[in-house]
């Protein structure tokens, strides 16, 4: 599970997470069976000792039978180191423990193994007493407990390494097909080319994902052409309406109510032009149908056009201060660059508030529109969408901003809201 970091959680490659866990396996077993491996071999490695003491005592039983004497024991003591044949200690059977003893060679304590027997020597009762040293033991079963765990470990990475390697092999078709979708933009009719593969499950996730993007491209197409085709329609008879409107606004017959109405119809009949206009423009973005483009100078072409800004920003006693310092050449189309700076203009003055104030500054690769307000941030989600409106009571028709975003994506622009100090911010960075 990720950990959150500013309220979102991190997000884990699949091939990362599945080695992780089998990683995660494999140590927590190699844990487990390690010791266990320990333990085990040191038993056997006892087991055995004991085995080979008994097989020692068998066979001196057998061998000295008849031929060995009282008197032959101190010889048997002098010269025997680990074997030696005591008076009856009162043990009645075969008996082995484990003990630590003082050996004269390493001059320390170390583990032994003591078999205690009793023996009968010419009808005497005798101790067998038989030691091993344990530490060359406790030594080899420690050798062969790591060469196990660095043969694991080896085995272990091995097998990571080529699950891996095997994995990214397998699944690069589908980060192909991710990365393919992730880039994709339905507007501009450059459908996906998915990698073949062999793996049957991506190749059915690629099939479905081009019949989904054929089938919405088609749907996409329809409802563009029908936007752009309606806009065109609705030119004439709006332009007939207008200028009804006009003639009939200028009779002298009009009563004070009647030409309140004829001036609320003119609004909206304006309303409407501006609307279809702001649907055809998309349209054309869209198809681009601006791609000739030359160098503006953005500070010239904003004094250049300031004074019919300000006209616009004086019904509300808008202030506007320019800081043009930058001398910023941008290649663009004329046409898109002027609606670009008019709608954010007049996005500024109509959302602004009495005795508000605008400014506009160039960046060293950019421009700034920064303009009072509402008290609070906008929807950063909602921002660019078509018809969406921050106060639906405002005037506009909801495009304004998502022009200008079209005109930035279709520069590779950056296009950046700010809220700040109840001043709202809209960088475009070149």
Not at 165 to 188: C, G, M, S, V
Not at 193 to 220: C, G
Request: aromatic share 10%; charged share 25%; hydrophobic share 45%.
């Amino acid at each position: 599970m990720g950990w959150a970091i500013n309220g979102r959680m991190t997000k884990k490659k699949l091939l990362n997470k599945t080695t992780n866990s089998f990683l995660a396996y494999a140590v927590a077993i190699l844990l487990v069976a390690a010791p266990i491996f320990y333990f085990i071999s040191l038993w056997l490695y006892i087991y055995e000792t004991d085995e080979v003491l008994l097989f020692h005592k068998g066979a001196f039983v057998k061998e000295t039978r008849g031929n060995f004497s009282e008197n032959d024991i101190a010889a048997w003591n002098k010269y025997n180191r680990d074997v030696e044949i005591v008076p009856d200690t009162g043990v009645t059977k075969d008996s082995i423990v484990g003990k630590m003893m003082y050996d004269a060679i390493a001059k320390e304590e170390e583990p032994f193994r003591v078999l205690y027997a009793p023996v009968s020597i010419n009808g005497k009762r005798f101790t067998y007493v038989e030691k091993t040293n344990l530490v060359e033991m406790e030594g080899m079963v420690f050798s062969i407990a790591v060469m196990f765990l660095c043969i694991i470990i080896i085995l272990l990475i091995g097998i990571i390494y080529i699950s891996k390697a095997l994995a990214a092999k397998i699944w690069k078709p589908f980060y192909n097909t991710l990365d393919q979708i992730r880039d994709f933009e339905i507007d501009k009719n450059r459908p996906p080319n998915f990698a073949d593969t062999d793996i049957d499950e991506f190749d059915r996730l690629n099939r479905s994902l081009e019949r989904l993007i054929e089938k919405n491209t088609a749907i996409y197409k329809s409802q563009r052409e029908f936007v752009e085709n309606a806009a065109h329609e609705l030119q004439t008879p709006l332009a007939l309406f207008q200028a009804k409107i006009d003639t009939l606004s200028q009779s002298a017959a009009l009563t004070k109510e009647q030409s309140e109405i004829v001036g609320a119809l003119n609004s909206d009949v304006a309303r409407l032009n501006r609307l279809n206009k702001n649907l055809l423009m998309l349209s054309k973005i869209d198809n681009d149908s601006y791609f000739d483009k030359q160098d503006v100078n953005v500070a010239e072409y904003i004094g250049r056009h300031l004074d019919f800004f300000e006209q616009q920003a004086r019904s509300k006693h808008i202030s506007i201060t320019t800081a043009l310092d930058k001398e910023i050449f941008v290649s663009a189309n004329p046409i898109l660059f002027e609606v670009l700076v008019n709608n954010l203009f007049l996005n500024a003055i109509r959302h602004n508030v009495q005795n508000g104030n605008i400014k506009v500054a160039t960046l060293a690769n950019g421009i700034c529109f920064t303009n009072t307000g509402a008290g609070r941030p906008l929807n950063d989600e909602k921002l660019f969408n078509r018809f969406s409106k921050s106060d639906p009571s405002a005037q506009g028709n909801g495009l304004g901003l998502a022009i200008v975003k079209k005109i930035a994506e279709l520069n590779s622009w950056d296009i950046n809201y700010d809220f700040s100090g109840n001043e709202h911010s809209f960088t475009i960075n070149f």
